[in-house]
């Protein structure tokens, strides 16, 4: 299976970062556009919503940012596959630690953010 390119990008800037042991692998990330499953009750106030091999999108239009923060959640489940969805039913959401991780990575990857320093002449 061919990643999708949203996916590639989104790699490209988590494979910056070194808080987790292995890269994020994506051959098997599969990325669904799901607008039903964001009209559910719990899911409403969300865009999008990362599962151990995958995301759901609540439409193309998505940011690269978003689909960078969802695919960090792949990764952190790569790595703690039951640890890290049970956290949200003992840490709750907003202060959950691996959404926390979540929000630095995009913030950390902002291409503004990451641009490097022009070197004087
Ligand atoms: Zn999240």
Excluded at 32 to 49: E, M, Y
């Amino acid at each position: 299976m061919r990643p999708d390119p949203r996916v590639v990008r989104a790699k490209e800037r988590l494979d910056r970062l070194d808080w987790w042991p292995r890269p994020v692998r994506i051959d098997r990330v599969a990325v669904f556009v799901t607008p039903w499953f964001f009209r559910l009750p719990w899911f409403r106030r969300f865009d999008g919503h990362a599962f151990h091999v995958g995301m759901l999108l609540r439409s193309d239009g998505v940011s690269d940012d978003l689909v960078t923060h969802e695919l960090c959640h792949v990764w952190q489940m790569q790595h703690h596959p039951i640890r890290m969805p049970l956290s949200y039913l003992l840490s709750g959401y907003w202060n959950n630690p691996y959404e926390r991780q979540a929000r630095a990575a995009v913030a950390a990857t902002r291409p503004t953010a990451a641009a490097p320093s022009v070197r004087p002449l």
